[in-house]
């Protein structure tokens, strides 16, 4: 066969499945063999295939053996539908609108053939081409959002740079984590990763490619070269992919935009490298067949195994992805069993000739890379739209083929067989115990033990001679009192009973005569008491039961109940061991010789038409789960790996499935040098073209970085020059007197001269320094004298020794004592806030001096003389004596504990306020800065629960906000709702799923689901098209902080004022409900 033979014949086969794929997305049919039918009998046009499929929607159409065997010769596309357990029921067109729906299906047909009839791009590329177009648009329109939006890098290259060895992350360009999630997966495969590294294009091509595929494949290979020699040897934290999604827009031609099945991007990349490499390999073996590693890699072979009417036939396949069912189906295992046999198959293996019809596959050769392709979208079509199964499916991480190989068919029917006749067996044991578990002939059923026991305890009651409805007058009124002497039902209280009946005949009137008090019986008032009267019986009994009757009764219902615990432990024994003997079918040694290790799990999380996506991958150096999402690569593990890819838990769920050989270590090892035998990394790894290009790369970064650095040190020059300024300027202004009552205090007076080191003027109150000034002198002074009235000795040396003693007593108080939450000392003192977290003495003492230095406390003689030598004893302070690092330090921390206190107070004053989107800044860097501190003590910040929960319902109470906005319809008030989302609430949510607190995440799934609900709601197409731009932003699962808005302005106070609104504000939310969500 010729070169131009060959590729007439695959363009053909890959028309054809084309034309099938198009049938079975309108038809909703996915029976091959029927969709193969239909294209045969209207001759390859689609529009009456359509017509044949929907004539015969009743039933099943009949096909002869000719049709059967021609149909089955065509399947050697590596892509067939194989494995489909969906029901082969046709839509249903035979409403009043059958014709009008026809006609439409075929114009559309009609249309797609003729574009492929024009162009030779057929519908699948079209779809890549749409949903890539869409990513570069957003890249694009990503270049020009401000640093406030969520897909923005962080302008500090610090940010962006990689940790050691740690694996590299891919940035999502937009809406391209489908793009991250398949090529990490890929580039983990060690010998996927070497085949691109080192391949170099055919020679024949290099200057001149000679058709559309040598066009388009080799630029992509290039880039996909340059990609993976970035994951290799970058200094960048993550890389940027855009280039080599831009060869893959470029290769398809398309004006719209949708999204667009993993899958198919999936299966359409494999088909370029399967291309690329196909080049290289037919001029690499001149004379000899030509090997396609990427064939090798990921395609195998399968045998079809059919009978049709009773007639055999075999012929095997080629495949990639496998696709398997999920619905309906439990655990992987079972899905391959549904996949490997359709129809009924006993005709297979039976000396019958049988009538009916079947097929089973068997693997006669699987490819190092098995991946699996877990269908979990479904056409709704009641609702006209797509739909995700979100059921639970659970799959292993050793995966042993040898029941599904063609070498093992005989002893698999065996085992099939065997495990057909015990799940048989199993369901009339399970039917028997049920009748045990749920006994009785009415809608409410009991366990058989449970009522005999019951009877039981019936027929041992102590009997009653009288009728139940005998002491009740049925003449008396609906209030329900017999007699004059109880009091009347307004008189009680609800849940009290009435003192003739609590305090029995004992507390019963003297006057009343013993006839009368019998006479009086209580009626139980059901909507009155909350307790039955004491004389009426708690359960019902026999009136009239004699001693041999209940002593017979006893024995039989004491016997039957033992004889039903006995047959009940039987049966679920039973049960039991059956369910453990189909387990254990396939563990002997001879069934467990082809395993498979899962290597990656791609994951998704949304609804059919929206999401985000991510991969887990296993790292067999470190032994553990590496999950990447999009720019954040982190260390993973099962529990979270079940968690997020089983399914049934939110609305994440496994996709697709890669599992590779376990006994070909090749696919996961590195590569050694052949002369030292040292292994290969990093940068060792590149042919020479790409270490170049990576250098080239690094060296950008590290100017990046030197550039940055370059910048902060300028712009630290300058704050330090222009503070220095300030506080040289505000010396001469401050006061030496004061008047004021003694107010608590928190500052720290400024040093005296360089000898003392300098103070952080943001340490200092804003509103008024001279202020707070005065608070502390107050403090001092009052320390001083006390300290003069106590000493005999009025030497300054002295004075000042005692009056650090007092004063660091007064604060040991307060550090000590017990407050309510309004009250929080350290806002007070920064000696408070370091006696909690247990501050190095050397730094207590040298605070409390400088406080003593301080030049305001110069207004007389005295307080000058101890001011002095205060200065004289720091002046004397070695620097091997106090770490003045760790001293700054220290006072640093409570400057940010000071500004966090300050977000605190502000967000939760504006969110008291119902004003949420100004209150929402200030609750999210006041948790952050909090978390930040709390990670160095439990008393270094506040409450952090409290601050957790109104950040939280801040971000609730906006989502509500802006979907109202967008439920109006309204387009003023709709653009404000989204850029609501967009600005404010999507970029705080990797905040609320870094910590995975189960509050937090619940938030976070009720405003996903909030907006989710819209997908299937009517609405304005320029609505739907906003929605579904929105939606891939909310369904975001990084957990990578970007980027978004600036810290807010911190509001001045003075620390009195700082007290009182702390206080007011503490006391006014701890009154909310601290519960919720």
């Known amino acids: 066969m010729t070169v131009e033979q060959n590729v007439l014949q695959q363009h053909s086969q890959k028309h054809q499945q084309t034309l099938l794929n198009q049938l079975r997305e309108v038809t909703g049919t996915t029976d091959i063999q029927l969709l193969q039918q239909a294209l045969q009998v209207s001759n390859g046009d689609v529009a009456e295939a359509v017509a044949f499929l929907t004539e015969k929607n009743s039933k099943v159409p009949q096909q002869d053996e000719t049709t059967y065997y021609q149909t089955s010769q065509v399947a050697s596309d590596r892509y067939i539908s194989v494995g489909s357990q969906a029901d082969t029921n046709v839509i249903d067109l035979t409403g009043d609108d059958k014709d009008d729906l026809q006609r439409a299906i075929a114009l559309s047909l009609e249309e797609s053939s003729r574009a492929f009839r024009e162009t030779g791009i057929t519908d699948e590329e079209q779809a890549i081409s749409r949903v890539l177009e869409a990513s570069i648009a957003e890249n694009k329109a990503s270049l020009k959002r401000t640093h406030t939006e969520v897909w923005s890098d962080s302008p500090n290259p610090h940010d962006r740079k990689r940790i050691d060895s740690c694996p590299v992350g891919l940035k999502n360009v937009g809406n391209t ?84 099945d993993v899958s198919e991007f999936t299966h359409k990349l494999l088909d370029w490298l399967e291309d690329a490499f196909q080049m290289k390999a037919e001029e690499d073996s001149v004379g000899e067949k030509p090997k396609n590693p990427m064939v090798e890699l990921f395609y195998g072979r399968f045998l079809a195994v059919g009978v049709l009417e009773g007639k055999k036939f075999e012929n095997t396949e080629m495949f990639g992805q496998y696709p398997l069912q999920v619905n309906g189906f439990k655990d992987l295992h079972e899905c391959l069993e549904a996949a490997m046999v359709e129809g009924e198959i006993e005709s297979l293996h039976s000396a019958e000739n049988s009538a009916r019809s079947g097929q089973e596959h068997w693997f006669t050769e699987l490819p190092p890379v098995l991946t699996f392709e877990l269908s979990r979208f479904e056409f709704n079509q009641a609702l006209g739209r797509p739909e995700k199964i979100h059921n639970k499916l659970e799959f292993p991480s050793m995966l042993y083929m040898d029941r599904y190989m063609d070498r093992n068919r005989e002893i698999t029917r065996i085992k099939r067989e065997e495990i057909r006749r015990l799940k048989e067996h199993l369901t009339v044991l399970q039917q028997r115990l049920e009748r045990y578990l749920s006994y009785g002939s009415g809608p409410k059923r009991f366990p058989l ?211 590779i050989n376990d006994k070909k270590p090749f696919l996961i090892e590195e590569e050694f040098d052949k002369e030292t035998g040292q292994i290969l990394s990093g940068m060792d790894k590149l042919p020479p073209d790409l270490k170049q290009y990576v250098k080239e790369d690094n060296e950008q970064f590290d100017k990046e970085i030197e550039e940055w650095d370059a910048m902060q040190a300028r712009k630290a020059q300058q704050e330090k020059l222009a503070l220095a300024a300030a506080a040289a300027s505000a010396a001469p202004s401050s006061t030496s007197t004061s008047t004021s009552s003694p107010q608590p205090m928190s500052i720290e007076s400024s040093p005296p001269d360089n000898t003392v080191a300098q103070q952080d003027p943001e340490y200092l109150e804003q509103p008024s320094p001279t202020g707070d000034f005065k608070h502390l002198q107050e403090d001092t ?297």
Not at 184 to 202: A, I
Not at 522 to 533: A, E, I, M, N, Y
Not at 830 to 852: C, D, G, H, M, S
Request: net charge negative; hydrophobic share 35%; glycine share 4%.
């Open 449 to 659: 033990a449970d009522v005999l026991q019951y009877a039981m305890e019936f027929a041992s009651s102590k009997p009653v001679c009288t009728s139940p409805v005998e002491d009740i007058d049925t003449s008396a009124p609906p209030g329900g009192t017999t007699g004059q002497q109880l009091p009347p039902p307004s008189t009680a209280e609800p849940d009290s009973v009435p003192p003739q009946e609590s305090s029995g005949p004992a507390s019963a009137p003297a006057a009343a005569p013993p006839a009368a008090q019998q006479q009086r019986v209580p009626v139980h008032k059901p909507f009155t008491q909350s307790r039955l009267p004491p004389d009426l019986p708690m359960h019902p009994a026999p009136r009239h039961i004699t001693e041999e009757e209940l002593r017979v009764l006893e024995g039989c219902l004491h016997r039957w109940r033992s004889e039903v615990e006995n047959d009940t432990r039987d049966l679920q024994g039973s049960i039991t061991r059956i369910h453990r003997t189909i387990e254990l079918m396939y563990t002997d040694k001879s069934m467990m010789q082809v395993p498979y290790r899962l290597h990656a799990v791609l994951v998704h999380e949304g609804q059919a038409n929206a999401g985000h996506y991510w991969a887990y991958i296993y790292d067999p150096h470190q032994r553990c789960w590496m999950k990447y999402n999009d720019i954040s690569v982190t260390k993973s593990s099962w529990e979270e790996l079940v968690r997020d890819s089983f399914g049934g838990y939110r609305n994440a769920s496994a996709y697709c499935l890669m599992y």
């Open 177 to 260: 984590c489908w793009f991250s999630a398949v090529i990490q997966s890929l580039f983990n495969l060690l010998e996927f990763q070497r085949l691109v590294l080192n391949y170099s294009p055919p020679a024949r091509v290099l200057d001149l490619p000679r058709n559309q595929k040598e066009h388009r494949n080799l630029p992509f290979m290039q880039e996909l070269r340059n990609l993976f020699s970035l994951m290799v040897g970058s200094k960048r934290k993550y890389v940027d992919p855009s280039r080599a999604v831009e060869i893959l827009k470029d290769a398809f031609k398309s004006s719209e935009s949708q999204q667009q």
């Open 781 to 1077: 002074e009052r320390a001083i004298s006390r300290a003069a009235a106590e000493q005999e000795d009025r030497s300054p040396e002295v004075l000042l020794n005692a009056a650090i003693k007092l004063e660091y007593a007064r604060l040991l108080r307060f550090a000590q004592e017990d407050t309510p939450p309004e009250l929080d000392y350290r806002l007070h003192h920064v000696i408070v806030y370091f006696i909690q977290n247990e501050a190095p003495k050397k730094i207590l003492e040298r605070t409390l001096l400088t406080q003593f230095a301080d030049r305001n406390l110069a207004f007389d003689e005295r307080c000058k003389s101890i001011m002095q030598v205060a200065r004289a004893k720091l002046d004397l302070i070695k620097p091997e004596e106090v770490n003045m690092d760790e001293y700054e330090m220290w006072h640093q921390d409570y400057r940010n504990f000071r500004e966090t206190t300050v977000l605190m107070v502000t967000g939760l004053e504006l969110f008291q306020k119902s004003n949420y989107v100004e209150a929402l800044m200030y609750l999210i860097y006041s948790y952050q800065y909090n978390r930040e501190l709390l990670l160095k003590g439990l008393y270094r910040g506040h409450d952090e629960e409290l601050l957790g929960y109104h950040r939280r319902e801040c971000l609730l109470k906006l989502n509500e906000q802006a979907a109202a906005m967008f439920e109006s319809g309204e387009e003023p008030e709709v653009g404000t709702g989204l850029g609501i989302m967009n600005e404010l609430v999507v970029p705080c949510i990797p905040l609320l799923l870094a910590q995975e607190a189960e509050k937090d995440l619940l938030a976070v799934e009720d405003m996903r689901n909030r907006w989710c609900s819209y997908l299937g709601q009517e609405m304005e197409a320029n609505l739907q098209e906003k929605l579904t731009d929105f939606l891939p932003k909310l369904l975001d699962c990084s957990t990578e902080m970007k980027s978004f808005h600036d810290p807010p302005k911190l509001p001045s106070y003075s620390t009195l004022e700082l007290c009182e609104r702390f206080g007011r504000i503490v006391a006014a939310v701890g009154r909310a409900p601290g519960e919720g969500r």
